[in-house]
């Protein structure tokens, strides 16, 4: 085979992959809500709702694209593209299986903390681009929000990464075949929880969904997206949760270690995400929203100075442990 | 502050108005002691709480404006009522006594047309501000068309 | 004529440094139609100007073309959450100047069901409040759903009893209009027992959720002096201190035969309201099981098997009827003429005079605090704009 099929056919196999994960996700959601709210969730449309997915995203192709008048139509346009890429980007440099992945960078996990906070970008585009006095206020959130949790969320991340010694995902992932770096005594246990935290702050989940608000807000920043946009824009939001709990299970759970054949690495990996993700889906709909300058308040007085701690502490574990090497 | 007590000290305070029975006490005032007689309910029969502020069409005697006011720790109400001159739609605004007169006194010029003097904001509340007439007057016939409707 | 601006918010989109934001009247969490025009800094809210009258119907003018007989039913379309109760003002009044006696049965089961309506009402508020602050599509609109799911056990006992779910017409000058069925107390009594468990269950997830705290507590604190003031009843005025319930104060309807407390609480905020409501279940709870247990044989109305709409004629004369409704004071001030129409009626509506509090309190807050305090403040904007 040509060199060059490979670097082409893989990232195409893979946002292939994703856009079905996340599609089929959004399903998972459905289900697990409603069987929380004592209801059952779509049951129609195909059996027990599996054509759903399929049906919204038919509707949302065929829907009419509205762009304001006095919107600002280059960055209206562009915003859902620009919010889209980062959160697709990310899924470069996950390894699905030892040696199976698009891009197994040697910062591997700096790329993706760095990519992802890039989100931010589109986001604040499709607020200021909207020309709307509710889609501007929360996107001035979105940005509050996220640099304020996003530093947290480096840090907890960056526990495993020193416990590895490696940025590379797939050190990491190895790292982890003797104890899954969750069960590593209270440093592993509180990294994971100040992660999780982190990551449904970064990723505007409920409880710290100011951003969207539905009932301040109104939708927020993608209150005037309607159609193929607003498809976009969905499609970049669950794949970012989707990615987080793609990387929460690969530093914390142990990435595709689990007891089976070789082959059923990549299918542990997949389970493990799905638990993150219903993880997050489980506290979204249990927990009513807190207000943003609690959220806020929260971060910078207590996230970030806990997980510093967290990280000096790490260090002195391993310097003490490995004798300064890992 | 018993009902006894308060009976005697409204007739003396106000001796051209008409007080009638006791739960609550019906007062009828002129027209020019009307946010003196809330300021002494308030103030000397210790009655708080702002209940409800209208207004009646007697048709040919004219409007009354009515406002019930409660003391709740002793349970002493008073029904203050005040007629206008036929035709006449001033009246004085208790709202520099009462917070709760505001939104009161602006659905009662809304409905009945009565200007009240001293009201910080007074314009329609309750319908739109471009609404011609008073409905509750006896005058505005229940089907008056008001356009663009028929 | 021009009125001096003074509540009246300046719209100004000149790109100053105050925002002026409109909060509606298209919102999910507007309660209903309201219009709150709010002027920002930043997340403050500097300026609030309520804009009311979306659904006014003019029910006073129409109350002078119905006879007695024809408005109850069209007095529940004021507050149409809890409508038992509008209708309950009316005939209040009705009776109080035409000295009708109302047979002790239909007392009862007037007292039975605006416990239940109140029961109704409060659970309604509890999953919107709920879903206000926690989203549509987020951990409020589980227990909007747990909630409704409640509400609709006590409707369809209502249902079994007169025939609709949500506006009835129950109430009639003299008692009521139907008796209730056989096997209905029983399914009562299952249903009460039930909700009376589930409210444990809500206030466990509820209040040891430090976020619910957070949102509620310090929120939209009501000092007493403003809350007589301005004239706001029910859970507002007794979540602030003030232990006024017309249920005690001025008992009607056989209301001193039942033991019940009245809640109280001194911190004016949003969680004072909250808890208010809560105890207030398990108390209409308990007259509802009171009821049941005492309900004496007997006649349902003092003028039964109504022929002509124009029946009822109450003689000249004139009385305020008030009842305790969920949201406060539901006032009737009626003056008749001796015919078979009144001829003035005024409703004096509760959550219009809890709405009359906004203004005052909201300035300060932040913008996701204007919702807060709305849903607990509970607005029913028919009875607001009736």
Redesign the interface.
């Known amino acids: 085979m040509p060199a060059w099929i490979i670097p082409v056919i893989a990232p195409f196999i893979v946002l292939n992959v994703v856009v079905g994960l996340v599609t089929y996700v959004t399903l998972l959601e459905r289900k697990f809500a409603a069987r929380m709210q004592s209801r059952i969730g779509p049951y129609r449309v195909g059996p027990h709702g599996l054509l759903q997915p399929i049906a919204d995203a038919l509707k949302l192709m065929m829907k009419e694209d509205v762009v304001p008048t006095a919107a600002d139509r280059g960055v209206f346009n562009l915003a859902p593209i620009v919010f889209l890429i980062p959160c697709m980007l990310i899924f470069a440099t996950i390894p699905f299986a030892p040696g199976l992945g698009v891009a197994d960078l040697n910062i591997g996990i700096l790329f993706f903390m760095a990519v992802s906070s890039m989100e931010i970008v589109g986001l604040f585009m499709a607020g200021w681009g909207s020309n709307n006095k509710y889609a501007l206020l929360s996107a001035m959130r979105a940005v509050n929000q996220i640099i304020a949790y996003d530093l947290p969320f480096i840090f907890s991340a960056l526990v495993p990464v020193m416990l590895a010694g490696s940025l590379k995902m797939s050190d990491i992932a190895a790292a982890q075949s003797g104890l899954w770096f969750v069960f590593y005594p209270v440093i592993g246990q509180l990294a994971f929880i100040a992660f999780v935290i982190s990551t449904l702050a970064a990723e505007n989940r409920v409880p710290f969904d100011i951003l969207e608000a539905e009932s301040e807000l109104v939708a927020g920043f993608r209150v005037e997206y309607s159609g193929m946009k607003f498809a976009l824009i969905q499609l970049g939001e669950y794949a970012h949760v989707i990615g987080t709990s793609f990387l929460g299970a690969l530093l914390f759970l142990g990435a595709w270690s689990g007891p089976g054949p070789e082959w059923m690495g990549p299918i542990w990996f997949l389970l493990k995400a799905m638990l993150l993700f219903l993880l997050v889906t489980w506290v979204r709909w249990s927990f009513v929203r807190i207000r943003v300058d609690q959220i806020l308040a929260l971060s910078w007085k207590l996230l970030l100075p806990s997980t510093l701690a967290l990280l000096v502490a790490t260090a002195i574990v391993v310097v003490w442990r490995y004798g300064g090497g890992a | 502050m018993t009902r006894a007590h308060a009976a005697t000290l409204i007739g003396e305070r106000f001796g051209s108005a008409q007080v009638q029975g006791d739960a609550p006490f019906v007062v009828t005032v002129p027209v020019d002691e009307w946010l003196a007689f809330a300021d002494f309910a308030k103030n000397v029969l210790g009655c708080r709480f702002f209940s409800f502020s209208t207004a009646v069409d007697w048709k040919e005697q004219g409007l009354e404006i009515v406002a019930r006011v409660d003391n709740l720790d002793e349970g002493i109400a008073v029904l203050m009522k005040t007629r206008l001159a036929p035709g006449a739609t001033e009246c004085a605004s208790l709202v520099l006594v009462y917070r709760g007169a505001d939104w009161m006194e602006r659905e009662c010029y809304d409905m009945f047309g009565v200007h009240f003097t001293g009201h910080p904001d007074l314009r329609r509340i309750l319908l739109g501000d471009d609404w011609e007439g008073h409905p509750l007057l006896k005058s505005y016939a229940v089907d008056t068309p008001h356009p663009p409707y028929r | 004529?021009a009125?001096?601006?003074?509540?009246?918010v300046e719209l100004d989109y000149s790109g100053g440094e105050r925002?002026t934001?409109n909060m509606g009247p298209q919102?999910?969490?507007a309660h209903g139609v309201f219009r709150a025009i709010l002027t920002l800094e930043g997340?403050t809210v500097v300026g609030v100007d309520a804009v009311?009258?979306y659904l006014?119907r003019?029910h006073?003018?129409l109350a002078e073309?119905l006879t007695y007989a024809q408005y109850p039913s069209i007095a529940s379309k004021t507050d149409y959450v809890a409508a038992m109760t509008s209708e309950f003002a009316y005939v209040l009044a009705a009776e109080e100047i035409g000295k009708i006696e109302v047979p002790r049965r239909a007392q009862y089961l007037r007292v039975l069901t605006a416990e239940l309506q109140r029961v109704a009402s409060h659970l309604l508020w509890l999953g919107t409040w709920?879903?206000?602050?926690?989203?549509?599509?987020?951990?409020?609109?589980?227990i909007f759903?747990?909630c409704i799911?409640e509400r609709e056990l006590i409707l369809d006992l209502f249902e079994s009893l007169v025939g609709a779910r949500l506006l009835y017409g129950f109430y009639q000058v003299g008692g009521v209009r139907y008796d209730i069925p056989s096997g209905w107390a029983d399914s009562c009594r299952t249903t009460i027992d039930l909700i009376d468990q589930r409210i444990g269950e809500y206030e466990g997830?509820l209040e040891q959720?430090p976020?619910?705290l957070?949102?509620a507590q310090g929120v939209g604190v009501i000092s007493r002096?403003?809350a007589?003031?301005?004239?706001i009843a029910g859970p507002l005025l007794r979540g602030s201190g003030?232990n006024?319930d017309l249920r005690r104060?001025?008992a009607y309807s056989s209301y001193q035969d039942f033991q019940f407390t009245v809640p109280t609480e001194i911190a004016g905020d949003c969680f004072a309201r909250y808890r208010v409501r809560m105890a207030e279940f398990r108390e209409s709870i308990r007259i509802v099981r009171q009821v049941l247990d005492g309900l004496p044989e007997g006649p349902i109305s003092s003028r039964p098997g109504l022929k002509s709409v124009a029946q009822i004629r109450i003689p000249k004369g004139e009385a305020?009827a008030r009842v305790e409704g969920p949201r406060g004071?539901v006032?009737c001030?009626l003056?008749a003429d001796g015919s078979a129409k009144p001829?003035?009626m005024?409703w004096?509506g509760a959550s219009?005079?809890n709405?009359?509090v906004l203004p005052?309190i909201i300035p300060g807050h932040?913008?996701?605090?204007?919702?807060a305090i709305m849903g607990s403040v509970d607005p029913v904007f028919g009875e607001v704009?009736?």
């Open positions: 004529m009125p001096p601006p003074l509540a009246r925002l934001m919102h999910p969490s997340e009311i009258g006014h003019c006073e003018k073309t709920c879903m206000d602050m926690g989203g549509a599509l987020g951990g409020g609109a589980t759903l747990y799911r997830l959720n976020f619910f957070a949102r002096a403003l007589e003031d301005v004239g003030v006024f104060a001025a305020y004071e006032g001030y003056i001829y003035r005024k004096r219009f005079s709405l009359a005052h932040k913008v996701a605090d204007v919702v704009d009736r």
